[in-house]
């Protein structure tokens, strides 16, 4: 079956370190994968795409990569803040105007 | 910007009542989507609609039913309110995209069924 992994355990890291965040995924060939940040009783909120035949994309201090052969994908911040704190939940798309499947997030906590 | 936007923040209902969680999208987008939220189970998917008067039935649809008249609206309905309904709700909207599929959520309802 069809399944996608993020860590469920949450994410403690020191303000300026970088965070890594993880979404494994099994039985899908995703045409791209989405990143988006939750903040607690929030919306998510759409952050990075990444197409199946891209290796890496950034914006600001956020880095995804993407690996088809490990069917993993990794969520980088660097100088990490504590106004990033909060769940990050991948989410993985077939394309062709259909709907994203989400994984259940990390939190993340960044402390001072 | 694209805004969505729910009817309620917080709503508390009763087993066996009729509840109605309203979403509007001012983007004019053609895709809509309900999900329910809960701890350690993430979003899922309950029902999703491609065009006025189009649903299809997502991962959980059992117990909920939708209806989209107009573009901009779509509506979930819990026909007759259990406890096992008491979660987050949160609508999307996208454009239909052979390339990002890009969603665009609403603030959430939290609803409680006692």
């Known amino acids: 079956s069809q399944k996608i992994e993020q860590n469920s355990e949450a994410l403690n890291i020191q303000e300026g370190k970088t965070a890594t965040l993880t979404c494994n995924y099994t039985n899908y060939s995703p045409a791209y994968l989405q990143w988006y940040r939750q903040d607690p009783g929030r919306g998510p909120v759409f952050l990075l795409l990444i197409r199946e035949n891209e290796k890496e994309k950034r914006k600001e201090r956020l880095k995804v990569t993407f690996d088809t052969t490990l069917k993993q994908s990794l969520f980088h911040i660097t100088a990490s803040q504590p106004a990033d704190s909060a769940t990050y939940l991948c989410a993985l798309g077939m394309g062709g105007g259909n709907k994203l499947t989400f994984g259940t997030g990390t939190q993340l906590k960044v402390e001072l | 910007d694209v805004k969505v936007t729910q009817s309620s923040r917080y709503l508390v209902k009763r087993t066996g009542e009729k509840v109605f969680l309203e979403c509007v999208q001012d983007?004019?987008?053609?895709?809509m989507f309900w999900y329910r939220q809960d701890p350690g189970l993430g979003l899922r998917l309950i029902y999703f609609s491609y065009d006025v008067k189009m649903k299809e039935k997502g991962d959980i649809p059992e117990g909920y039913s939708v209806s989209r008249e107009k573009k901009e609206r779509f509506s979930l309905i819990l026909e007759s309110a259990s406890t096992n309904q008491t979660s987050m709700y949160l609508c999307?909207?996208?454009?239909?995209?052979?390339?990002?599929?890009?969603?665009?959520f609403g603030p959430g309802t939290r609803l409680t069924v006692l």
């Open positions: 999307a909207s996208s454009f239909p995209s052979s390339l990002t599929d890009t969603q665009y």
């Open positions: 983007m004019d987008h053609e895709n």
